[in-house]
């Protein structure tokens, strides 16, 4: 194991208590301290990590029209419901909603296979992601 040489800034009454410390008393209180360093390192907790499977699912589930699409979208939406829509614009908007559909249909999918994954129900998947499950009613 590499080591790394680092200095711990302590109470001025503590490194007086170390200083005056025999040479076998500091090396006790090192030793102690390397166990107790390694200790902590060992105890806490590791961040979360995904598998490439997971990885992958979860960028499916998270995909989306892109910003300018989806500006272009709601814009076309809007003229659909003035009624100011030209046939060039609505199959414009058709192609949009296919889009969309196929984005929804794989988020689903994904949600599925990450459950399976998982072994938890698509409704507690959901609910450990904190997705609402209204909004894939609509």
């Known amino acids: 194991m590499a080591t790394r040489k680092t200095t711990i800034t302590v109470d001025p009454s503590l490194a007086t208590v170390y200083s005056a410390a025999s040479k076998a008393q500091q ?3 090192q030793l102690a301290m390397r166990r ?5 390192v060992v105890s806490s907790p590791q961040e979360p990590r995904l598998s490439k499977k997971e990885t992958a699912l979860f960028l499916r589930i998270n995909r ?3 910003p300018e699409q989806q ?3 709601d814009e076309l939406r809007a003229k659909r419901e003035d009624e100011t829509l030209t046939p060039a614009e609505h199959t414009e908007l058709l192609h949009f909603v296919e889009e ?3 984005l929804w249909a794989d988020r689903l999918q994904a949600l599925l296979a990450l459950a ?3 072994r938890l129900s698509p409704q507690q998947l959901m609910q450990q992601l904190g997705i609402d499950p209204r909004s894939y009613a609509s």
């Open 27 to 29: 090396k006790q209180a």
């Open 36 to 40: 107790a360093l390694q200790a902590s």
């Open 64 to 66: 989306h029209l892109t």
């Open 71 to 73: 500006e272009r979208y």
């Open 100 to 102: 969309i559909e196929t």
């Open 116 to 118: 399976r994954l998982r």
